[in-house]
C-alpha cells in the first residue's frame, strides 16, 4: 500500500472515528435533552391547555349569551314565559333552537321555567315539560334568587356540563328563566386536537350521586374521572401491558360552579410513547443525516439555495421602482387569517401631475412619497408596499381597533405627506403632494373594506375615512373629523370664546360671573354658537383640548382684570397638573390687584387619580389669594370628606338637584342638607339652573346664598358685546 493511499486511508480511519465518536456524544446528549424536552413540553402543554381552555370558555360564553340574549329578547317570548304558554313558547323558541343547533353543535340543553320551578319547555326535549326544579340545582336556584344571568359547570344527571342561565321580565317583573347547557366535549375536542392530550373530567366523589351513569373510575379517594378517553381509563385502571411511564398526568385546572366553588378538575394525558418513537428513530437517522446534510448541504447547497431565494424573492416581492413590498406580497401578507389595520393611500391628481411634469418626474414623485411611507411604518410598525401607480399600502397586525388612535395615526400620515415639497429635475417650482386615505381593520377584506373607504373619501372630498364593520364610520367618523376640523377651524380663527353668565346675591345683584367655553361656527355663512357637550369629548381626546383651555382661562383673566366683579373659571382635576394651562392661569393671576377676585371651580366628571396632587395644586392657589369652589357638590368625586380636605370658598350645588326641586322631595332633602352642611363650615353656597323665580324663591328660603341661571341671567359673550 503506497503512502497516499495509507494517509487516505489512515485519514479516513480517523474522520470515521472522530465521526462515530461524535455520533455517540450526541447520542448521549439527545437522551438526556429527550428526558429534559419531555418534562418541558409536558408543562407547556399542561399550561397551554389551561390557557386555551380557559379562553375557549369566555368565548364560548361570550357568543352564546349573546345568542341567548336575542331569544330573551325575542318578541312575545317574555309574555309567554309569564302565561306559561307551552305552544306559543314552542312556537317562538324552536327556529332560535334550531339555529343554535346549527352553528353550536356542543349546546345540547335549552330549557325555559317559570319563577317558581316548573319546566315550562325544553327546546332539546320538547316531549318533556312540566317538572318541578330540583332544589340541588343551585344554579337555577340562585338564579331565580338573584334575578340575574349566572353561568358554570354544573354535573346533572348524564355528564358535567357548562351552564349559562339568563333571567326573563315581562313588563318589568320577573317570571322566570332560560338555562342554556353546553357538551364540554366542545371544549375538549379542540384541546386535544391541538395539543395531541388525552384529556377528561374529575369529579368530586360526592356528586356521583348525582349521575346516573355510576361507571366512574377511581382516581384517588376523592375524585372519580367521569369522562375521558380509553387510554385515561387504562391508566387509573393500571391495566397490565400499559407502560404508566410513558404517560404524564396533570389535574391542575379547575372546573368551577357559578359561585366559583370546584367541582373537579380536567384530567391532562400525556401520552410520550410517540415522542420517545420519534426522537429514537431521529437518533437513528442521525448517523446518516449529519454525514451528508453537515459536511455539504448544510456547507454549499444551503448557502446557494438562500442566495438563490432572496434574488427570486426580491423579483417577486419587491417594487423596482419604490423598492417596497408590491402587490404579490400585499396578497400573501392578507392570506392569513389575522386581524389587521390596513391604510390604502392614493396620490391626490396623480395623473394630472404625471402629464403636467412628464413620466420621469412622475416616478420621481413616487420614490419620494414611498420614502414618506417607509419611514411612516418603521415609525409606527406598519409593512409598506405599492400596489398599483399611485396606490400604497400600510398594513400591521393588530388585535384590537382603537379607532381614535387611527384617526390621529392617519392624521400624522397626512400631516408628514403634506410637509413635503419635492424638487423634480427639470422642475422649477416644488411640488407639493396630497393624499387621500381609506383605513380598514378586518382579517379577510381589508383591501376591499379600505377601497370603499377610500372611494368614499374621495367622493365627500375629506383626506380620510375608516371603515369598519363593527363601527359605523360613515357617520361617526364623517362626524368626529368634521367637529376636529371644525375646532382646528375655531383655534385658528380665535372661535373659541369664553361666554360669562352672572351669578347674583339674594337681593339679584351681580357679584360675579362664570367663564363658560362656546364655540362659534360659520356654518353656510349663518352663525352657530356651539355648546361643550358637541366638541369638548371630541378635543379631550384628539389633543386639542389643551390649547382651547388655554385660550378660555387667558382671555377670561384678561377681561376680568380691569372689571369689578370677580370671575369663576371651570378646571378639570388634570388641568391642574398640565404645565401649559397652570403657566397661563399664574400669568392671569398676577395681573389682578386682588387674587381674590379670581374663582377657581373645581369639576370632576370621572374621579381624581391623585387627590394629593390635586391638594397641594389647591393650598398653593389659596397661598396666592385665590378663592376655590367645588363644582356640582352632590355627584362624582365631591364629596364630605373632600370637602374637609379641601376647605373650599364656595359650594356649587349640583344642577340635577336644583331643576327637580319643586318636584322630587330627595332634592329637597340634599339641598337643604348640603346648605347646613355648609353653614357649619362657614362655606357660601351657590344654586346653578335657577330657572324661575319659584325656584329662586324657595332657595332663598333654604338659606342659599348665590344663584346662577337662566332666570338670573343667560351666557354671554361680554368680550365682543360691543
Known amino acids: 500500500m503506497n503512502l497516499p493511499s495509507q494517509t487516505k486511508r489512515n485519514t479516513l480511519s480517523l474522520a470515521v472515528l472522530i465521526l462515530l465518536i461524535a455520533w455517540i456524544g450526541v447520542y448521549l446528549f439527545l437522551e438526556q435533552q429527550l ?156 384541546l386535544s386536537a391541538i395539543f395531541k392530550t388525552d384529556i377528561g373530567i374529575a369529579v368530586d366523589k360526592s356528586q356521583l350521586d348525582i349521575l346516573l351513569d355510576k361507571t366512574a373510575v377511581k382516581i384517588n379517594d376523592k375524585l372519580l374521572l367521569i369522562r375521558g378517553s380509553q387510554n385515561l381509563k387504562e391508566y387509573f385502571l393500571q391495566k397490565e401491558g400499559k407502560n404508566l411511564e410513558l404517560c404524564k398526568i396533570d389535574m391542575n385546572i379547575p372546573l368551577k360552579n357559578h359561585l366559583s366553588q370546584t367541582l373537579g378538575y380536567l384530567v391532562i394525558g400525556f401520552d410520550i410513547s410517540d415522542i420517545v418513537k420519534k426522537d429514537t428513530e431521529f437518533m437513528h437517522r442521525l448517523f446518516f443525516i449529519i454525514a451528508v446534510m453537515m459536511l455539504f448541504l448544510v456547507l454549499v447547497l444551503l448557502q446557494g439555495f438562500d442566495k438563490i431565494l432572496k434574488y427570486f424573492s426580491k423579483q417577486v416581492y419587491i417594487d423596482h421602482l419604490t423598492g417596497l413590498l408590491n402587490r404579490h406580497a400585499l396578497n400573501d401578507a392578507l392570506f392569513s387569517q389575522q386581524s389587521k389595520v390596513l391604510i390604502l393611500s392614493n396620490i391626490k391628481e396623480f395623473s394630472l401631475l404625471n402629464e403636467l411634469y412628464g413620466v420621469d418626474a412622475g416616478n420621481e414623485i413616487l420614490i419620494q412619497a414611498a420614502g414618506i411611507f417607509k419611514n411612516f411604518a418603521d415609525e409606527y410598525g406598519f409593512d409598506a408596499y405599492r400596489i398599483s401607480s399611485d396606490e400604497f ?139 361643550p357637550n358637541e366638541f369638548l369629548s371630541i378635543a379631550m381626546n384628539s389633543g386639542l383640548y389643551i390649547k382651547m383651555a388655554k385660550d378660555i382661562v ?32 399664574m400669568s392671569g393671576i398676577e395681573m389682578f390687584d386682588s387674587p381674590a377676585r379670581i374663582v377657581v371651580e373645581i369639576t370632576e366628571q370621572e374621579g381624581v387619580e391623585n387627590f394629593g396632587r390635586l391638594l397641594k395644586v389647591v393650598k398653593k392657589l389659596r397661598a396666592m389669594g385665590v378663592l376655590i369652589a367645588i363644582d356640582d357638590f352632590g355627584s362624582g368625586y365631591a364629596n364630605y370628606v373632600h370637602i374637609l380636605e379641601i376647605k373650599p370658598d364656595y359650594l356649587k350645588i349640583d344642577g340635577s338637584l336644583v331643576r327637580n326641586i319643586l318636584t322630587d322631595t330627595n332634592s329637597k332633602i340634599l339641598v337643604k342638607s348640603i346648605v347646613r352642611f355648609a353653614q357649619e363650615l362657614n362655606i357660601t353656597t351657590v344654586a346653578e339652573y335657577v330657572e324661575n323665580e319659584e325656584i329662586f324663591e324657595l332657595l332663598k328660603e333654604y338659606g342659599v346664598d348665590e344663584f346662577q341661571g337662566y332666570y338670573l341671567g343667560r351666557p354671554t359673550d361680554l368680550i365682543n358685546k360691543n
Open 393 to 531: 399600502v400600510l398594513l400591521k397586525k393588530e388585535e384590537s381597533f382603537d379607532e381614535e388612535s387611527y384617526f390621529r395615526v392617519v392624521e400624522d400620515l397626512h400631516s408628514k405627506m403634506g410637509s413635503l415639497r419635492m424638487l423634480l429635475h427639470g422642475v422649477d417650482e416644488s411640488v407639493a403632494v396630497e393624499i387621500y386615505s381609506g383605513v380598514a381593520f378586518d382579517h379577510a377584506h381589508s383591501l376591499e373594506d379600505a377601497q370603499m373607504a377610500l372611494k368614499k373619501a374621495k367622493k365627500e372630498s375629506l383626506s380620510y375615512i375608516i371603515y369598519s364593520k363593527k363601527v359605523d364610520t360613515k357617520e361617526q367618523s364623517q362626524t368626529v373629523m368634521k367637529v376636529k376640523r371644525t375646532i382646528k377651524h375655531a383655534l385658528e380663527h380665535k372661535n373659541v370664546l369664553p361666554f360669562f353668565q352672572p351669578i347674583t346675591n339674594r337681593d339679584g345683584k351681580i357679584v360675579k360671573y362664570e367663564a363658560l367655553m362656546r364655540m362659534v361656527e360659520f356654518d353656510g355663512g349663518e352663525k352657530r354658537i356651539l355648546y
Open 35 to 190: 428526558k429534559k424536552s419531555i418534562q418541558e413540553e409536558f408543562q407547556r402543554v399542561a399550561s397551554g391547555t389551561e390557557s386555551l381552555f380557559d379562553i375557549n370558555i369566555e368565548n364560548s360564553k361570550a357568543e352564546l349569551s349573546f345568542k341567548l340574549d336575542r331569544i330573551v329578547a325575542a318578541e312575545g317570548l317574555a309574555k309567554a314565559i309569564a302565561q306559561k304558554d307551552y305552544e306559543q313558547i314552542n312556537l317562538i323558541v324552536a327556529p332560535y333552537y334550531k339555529q343554535l343547533k346549527i352553528t353550536n353543535k356542543a349546546v345540547n340543553i335549552l330549557t325555559f321555567r317559570s319563577e317558581d320551578g316548573v319546566t315550562l319547555f325544553r327546546a332539546h326535549k320538547p316531549e318533556y315539560f312540566g317538572d318541578m326544579l330540583n332544589e340541588k340545582r343551585s344554579l337555577i336556584m340562585d338564579t331565580n334568587f338573584l334575578q340575574r344571568s349566572l353561568s358554570g359547570f354544573e354535573v346533572g344527571n348524564l355528564e358535567m356540563t357548562y351552564r349559562i342561565t339568563k333571567p326573563i321580565f315581562y313588563n318589568n317583573v320577573y317570571v322566570g328563566n332560560v338555562e342554556l347547557g353546553i357538551n364540554p366535549a366542545n371544549f375538549l375536542q379542540d
Open 554 to 585: 387667558k382671555e377670561s383673566l384678561a377681561f376680568f382684570a380691569k372689571r369689578e366683579e370677580r370671575v369663576s373659571i371651570n378646571f378639570l382635576p388634570n388641568d391642574f397638573f398640565n404645565p401649559l394651562i397652570m403657566e397661563v392661569l
